[in-house]
T-cell receptor
């Protein structure tokens, strides 16, 4: 069965410093992986998506993620945090043969200090 | 991408009553999904709604509690029946765009049951 683990429930950074949100996945086949962001009282927005075309995926707002099969990881990074990045981030894996079925991680709340 | 709207955006209801949530998308899509996000939690898939067939429910969710309609390729409703305070959550619909193999989410309906 597919699963995803977000290793940190909260991450706090200072504005202008790098962001690292960690995600590990479990899958018996080559998965599709996503990062979504949820700002307070807003819906979910797709940040980026991995589907085996390239291991380094660039997304919106300067975020990127690297797929590492040997480590079963898909960590999200950004070189320099902005106050507007404060939000909840979800790592998501597609659920196998039913590829449309998404399995969400527990979420990481990113706090950005001025 | 797709533009998805939900009505109502939020509601406060009395226990024992029912609420129907509408989801409208700006293009024709085969697959629509309904998710629940309980307070401080991640998203859990309730059911998959394909036009012209019965909705498929995930483990722990039943049609009597969460009846779904899918009358055409741009619209779906989710009813939360005989509500209790435990049903207080954000309910989100999403659509799967076959052209991008990606799900896009509506803004959500925040439900509070007293």
């Amino acid at each position: 069965a597919q699963s995803v683990t977000q290793l940190d429930s909260h991450v706090s950074v200072s504005e202008g410093t790098p962001v690292l949100l960690r995600c590990n996945y479990s899958s018996s086949y080559s998965p599709s992986l996503f990062w979504y962001v949820q700002h307070p009282n807003k819906g979910l927005q797709l940040l980026l998506k991995y589907t085996s075309a390239a291991t380094l995926v660039k997304g919106i707002n300067g975020f990127e993620a690297e797929f590492k099969k040997s480590e079963t990881s898909f960590h999200l990074t950004k070189p320099s945090a902005h106050m507007s990045d404060a939000a909840e981030y979800f790592c998501v894996v597609s659920a196998g043969d039913s590829s449309y079925k998404l399995i969400f991680g527990s979420g990481t709340r990113l706090l950005v200090r001025p | 991408s797709a533009v998805i709207s939900q009505k109502p955006s939020r509601d406060i209801c009395q226990r024992g009553t029912s609420l129907t949530i509408q989801c409208q998308v700006d293009s024709q899509v085969t697959m629509m999904f309904w998710y629940r996000q309980q307070p401080g939690q991640s998203l859990t898939l309730i059911a998959t709604a394909n036009q012209g067939s019965e909705a498929t429910y995930e483990s722990g969710f039943v049609i009597d509690k969460f009846p779904i309609s899918r009358p055409n390729l741009t619209f779906s409703t989710l009813t939360v029946s005989n509500m209790s305070p435990e049903d207080s959550s954000i309910y989100l619909c999403s659509v799967d765009l076959a052209t991008t193999d990606t799900q896009y989410f509506g803004p959500g309906t925040r439900l509070t049951v007293l």
